[in-house]
C-alpha cells in the first residue's frame, strides 16, 4: 500500500506484560514519528527518527518506552511493564524530510491495558 | 516551548452553513502551522499547511485558513460544510529549525446537523 501501515490495530495486555507496536513508514520517507492520542485529547509526539537515527527522545514518558528503527525503514515502539496509564492509541507519522514537510499519519494501534 | 489552544472542544453547525474553528498558538520562534482532520478510528488527514508567503491558505475539501501573526491565531473555516464533513480537528505547529515532531491542540469535534 501507499499509506504508512502499522500492526495490530488494537492490543489488549494484562498490566505488567510487554508489547511491540510496528510502523511501516511510506517508502523512502527519511523521517519517523510516534506520537501518543489519549482518549479525547490530542496527540503528544514521544519520538522522532531520521533514517535509522533516533534524534528527539525527549516525549518518552518514562525508561519503559523504547523506540527503535534499526534499517532506517521500519519502526518498533515496545512497552515494558505495561501500566494501565499507558491506554491510548499509538500513531506512527512518516515524511520525506524535515519541519515543513507535511507528515502522514497511520491509522494508529489501540492499546487497551487491563 | 510551544503551545497550541483550540478554544472550542465541539462545533455544531447546520449543513450548508459556514463554519470557522478557532486555532491559537504561543511560540518565542516562528513556526509552521498545519491544520489536521480525524474521522472516527483512523489516523490524522492533513488538511491544509502554513509555511510563509501568503497568509490566507487553500486546503483540500474545500477548507481554508488564514494565519493571522499579530493574534498568533490560525482559523479554519469553510463557507459550506456538509454531512461528510463531520469529524475531528486538529491544529498543530511545528518549530523552525528546532525538533519536528508537532506540537497538537485538544481538537474540536465539527457536528454537522441536516
Known amino acids: 500500500g501507499a499509506g504508512v501501515s502499522q500492526s495490530p490495530r488494537y492490543k489488549v495486555a494484562k498490566r505488567g506484560q510487554d508489547v511491540a507496536l510496528r510502523c511501516d513508514p511510506i517508502s523512502g520517507h527519511v523521517s519517523l514519528f510516534w506520537y501518543q492520542q489519549a482518549l479525547g485529547q490530542g496527540p503528544e509526539f514521544l519520538t522522532y527518527?531520521?533514517?535509522?537515527?533516533?534524534?528527539?527522545k525527549s516525549g518518552l514518558p518514562s525508561d519503559r518506552f523504547f523506540a527503535e528503527r534499526p534499517e532506517g525503514s521500519v519502526s518498533t515502539l515496545k512497552i515494558q511493564r505495561t501500566q494501565q496509564e499507558d491506554s491510548a492509541v499509538y500513531l506512527c507519522a512518516s515524511s520525506l524530510g524535515s519541519g515543513f514537510q507535511p507528515q502522514h499519519f497511520g491509522d494508529g494501534t489501540r492499546l487497551s491495558i487491563l | 516551548a510551544q503551545s497550541v489552544t483550540q478554544l472550542d472542544s465541539q462545533v455544531p453547525v447546520f449543513e450548508e452553513a459556514p463554519v470557522e474553528l478557532r486555532c491559537n498558538y504561543s511560540?518565542?520562534?516562528?513556526?509552521?502551522l498545519f491544520w489536521y482532520v480525524q474521522y472516527p478510528n483512523q489516523g490524522l488527514q492533513l488538511l491544509l499547511k502554513y509555511l510563509s508567503g501568503s497568509t490566507l491558505v487553500k486546503g483540500i475539501n474545500g477548507f481554508e485558513a488564514e494565519f493571522n501573526k499579530s493574534q498568533t491565531s490560525f482559523h479554519l473555516r469553510k463557507p459550506s460544510v456538509h454531512i461528510s464533513d463531520t469529524a475531528e480537528y486538529f491544529c498543530a505547529v511545528s518549530v523552525l529549525g528546532g525538533a519536528d515532531g508537532l506540537t497538537f491542540g485538544k481538537g474540536t469535534h465539527l457536528i454537522i446537523q441536516p
Open positions: 527518527f531520521q533514517n535509522e537515527a533516533q534524534l528527539d
Open positions: 511560540s518565542s520562534v516562528s513556526v509552521y
